[in-house]
């Protein structure tokens, strides 16, 4: 048995999840939110400089393709499993991304929650290791009871040893 | 805290001064503040009522700090107990600190040249805090106390540590290293000539230091009145262009020469008499001409060891070493550290493994990136020398400018970039040594670095579109270093994949075992895994978010 198959063998392959499928609702509210700031924007320079004040509709049609295609994709590429040793996380639309940290590297665990997230009934996990880019390693956009449950198993399989 | 309670009460028994000098020092220091404000002020505002006013004003407040340093020096105690360090420091506002000894990561002894001279010496102990500020500056003590200080912490922490149950240590590979190491009067494993520092000097890239030498030049040379070089300038102008433009020649080149020299004196005065020794589980480094460093780092803290080539190191056969460590080091930024800074290329392997232990890093066979990286850094240079060249197309396309010279540009730059890409791939490479990750890229300051298995944080792949498209991927290892990771830009897809799984496997080993040789191996896998193994053909590779 090769390397490869025995970390592929089926005991590991623990089934890959999407995130909550209101998600795409979240993203898509923040990102209204900032391309609605953006439109507006357009009417400091309309007010101080006299800048036309159609300006503001490639913005708004930049917002609304936007708001409709980008949550979508990026939710489509995003996936998460817990493994035996390990958590994955899969995701970027254009960039792809794939991190994996060890159970025995986190050092603790959150769960994060914005108002919007609030409102939808959301919550996010975080995975903080003592590494340097991948510090942070987050999971958005969970249902609550969820991330409290994937917090406290990944808190709960971190164990206790120094991760430095 | 009532442990904190009980320490003051210690201290208030049994706590000693810092040495009678440290009051010299503070005086010194408060008229070196105050000498600026005292002259600008005095020679800004020329004679008068005001200009008079200013001695005065400076006395006034120098005397408060004098006095101040004093309280602060006649209440300030420390103390050696047990396995603790105590302080006590403050005038108005107390402070008593504890700090355990298990948690000392660092103990360094600085002497500045005014303290060599006094038989006195800084002592900075810091713990695993990522503060910038080390955590007990004894500022100063005798030179023979701080000596005996710091052996004494040092010491006592290492019989702490091995008084903690073994299993206990995260770090059980580095112990036992430490362990085999460990011998009485260990030789040093680094110790550098004033030669081996010259050259350090001689062949440091420092490029800001050369242009700082010729800023400082062409200011001095402006504010020489009717100076030689404008006469002997003149005079060239007198007789003909040609001898200008050879005058200009020469003058760069002295620039150029004077940078030189300012590195090669630079080089002297930080790093002369640089010893380093590795002894029960530390490493000591001594170094410096005016001011004495004298530092330690535990080995547990090493994160990866960096080998940087420069391009004309590497054709003189040597490189500089790097540490990266966890949290800061005192003076040092960004977690990295000169560990040797200059060595020839066939003691690498021996320096590595006395840090290291097992890693047999001259062995390490280095597999290439995928070729197809080539092709990605030809793209990426001409899309650069496209936007680079755009202007002056579209100025010659709109007929601002004339553009006739622009093909023999071309001919000679198109070849030029691909050359580059050339070298950047033959110079990018990766090794499975046993327990260890290795990733090396660069050209003109080639970097190899050196990961243990151990020390794995987290490990990412990551894919641009452009690197999809071609089939490439990037490997990025993290550790807990401070700021730069290693990485390995533009494996094969299936490789990069194949590089996940084996390193989770290997990163994991590598934590409960207990022999860190064993760190390559698989549970009950009985396949030897492969090292230095070019990329695997023939592996159906699912495109990375999709599984």
């Known amino acids: 048995m090769s390397l490869l198959d025995e970390v592929q063998a089926p005991p590991r392959q623990a089934s890959v999840h999407r995130l909550d499928p209101r998600t795409v609702t979240l993203w898509r509210l923040t990102s209204a939110l900032w391309w609605t700031f953006w439109t507006l924007s357009m009417l400091i320079p309309w007010a101080v400089w006299d800048w036309p004040l159609w300006l503001m509709a490639p913005i708004a049609a930049l917002g609304v393709a936007w708001t409709a295609y980008v949550p979508a994709a990026q939710y489509r590429h995003f996936t998460w499993q817990v493994r035996e040793v390990d958590v994955r996380v899969m995701h970027g639309w254009l960039t792809r991304h794939v991190t994996v940290v060890l159970h025995s590297r986190i050092q603790h665990v959150d769960t994060r929650q914005g108002p919007i997230e609030r409102a939808l009934g959301l919550a996010g996990v975080v995975i903080y290791t003592a590494g340097t880019v991948g510090a942070m390693v987050g999971i958005p956009g969970l249902a609550e009871r969820e991330a409290e449950a994937l917090r406290d198993r990944l808190a709960h399989l971190s164990g206790t040893d120094d991760a430095l | ?547």
């Not at chain 2, 005016?290 to 080995?299: D, F, Y």
């Not at chain 2, 890409?421 to 046993?434: I, S, T, V």
């Not at chain 2, 641009?464 to 990771?485: E, N, P």
């Open chain 2, 1 to 547: 805290m009532p442990s904190e309670a009980a320490a003051a009460e210690r201290l208030d028994e049994h706590g000693r001064r810092l040495h009678p000098l440290t009051l010299g020092f503070a005086a010194v220091g408060i008229a070196r503040q105050m000498i600026w404000p005292a002259l600008v002020g005095g020679f800004g505002l020329g004679d008068g009522e005001i200009a008079r006013m200013v001695p005065i004003v400076v006395i006034v407040l120098a005397v408060p700090a004098l006095l101040g340093a004093a309280a602060k020096y006649a209440l300030y105690r420390w103390r050696l107990d047990g396995d603790e360090l105590l302080l006590r420091s403050g005038v108005l506002n107390r402070q008593n600190r504890v700090i355990p000894l298990a948690r000392v990561q660092n103990v360094e002894v600085r002497q500045s040249l005014a303290q060599r001279l006094t038989g006195v010496a800084e002592l900075r102990v810091e713990t695993a805090g990522t503060g910038l500020q080390a955590e007990a500056v004894l500022s100063v003590l005798g030179i023979g106390e701080a000596q005996t200080l710091r052996g004494e912490l040092l010491a006592r922490r290492r019989a702490h540590a091995s008084a903690a149950a073994p299993a206990a240590d995260a770090d059980g590979a580095e112990t036992v290293v430490a362990d085999a190491v460990h011998r009485p009067a260990a030789p040093p494993l680094a110790r550098l000539s004033t030669w081996d520092v010259l050259l350090a000097g001689a062949t440091a890239n420092e490029a800001g230091v050369i242009a700082a030498a010729l800023a400082g030049l062409l200011q001095f040379a402006d504010d020489l009145p009717g100076g030689v070089v404008q006469a002997a300038a003149d005079a060239a102008i007198e007789r003909m262009e040609g001898a200008v433009v050879l005058l200009g020649a020469v003058a760069v080149v002295l620039f150029l020469l004077l940078g030189w020299m300012i590195s090669i004196a630079g080089a002297v005065v930080r790093y002369h008499g640089f010893t380093l020794a590795v002894d029960g589980g530390e490493m000591r480094k001594r170094y410096g001409l005016l001011t004495v460093h004298e530092a330690s780092v535990p080995l547990q803290r090493v994160q990866a060891i960096r080998v940087e080539e420069t391009f004309l190191r590497r054709w003189l056969g040597l490189a500089s070493l790097m540490i990266e460590t966890a949290g800061g080091s005192p003076g040092q930024a960004g977690g990295a550290e000169a560990f040797v800074p200059i060595a020839r290329r066939r003691d690498v392997g021996r320096l590595v493994r006395g840090i290291f232990g097992e890693a047999d890093v001259d062995a390490a066979e280095f597999a290439r990136v995928h070729p197809r990286a080539e092709r990605r850094m030809v793209r990426r240079y001409l899309a650069w020398f496209l936007v680079l060249w755009a202007p002056f197309w579209v100025a010659r396309w709109l007929q601002i400018q004339p553009g006739g010279m622009l093909a023999p540009y071309v001919a000679v730059f198109l070849p030029l970039l691909w050359v580059m890409a050339r070298w950047q791939y033959q110079n990018r490479g990766w090794a499975l040594p046993p327990g260890y990750v290795m990733a090396r890229s660069g050209v003109m300051n080639r970097i190899t670095w050196i990961v243990p298995d151990r020390k794995l944080q987290t490990l990412h792949v990551r894919e641009t579109m452009f690197q999809r498209r071609l089939g490439l991927s990037t490997l990025v290892v993290d550790t807990a270093a401070g700021g730069r990771q290693a990485s390995v830009v533009d494996l094969a897809h299936s490789t990069a994949r194949r590089l996940l799984e084996e390193l989770t496997v290997r990163a994991r080993g590598a934590r409960p075992a207990a022999r860190p040789n064993d760190a390559d191996q698989v549970p009950a896998g009985d396949a030897p895994p492969a090292p230095d193994q070019a990329p695997a053909p023939g592996r159906a590779n699912p495109p990375l978010g999709q599984p």
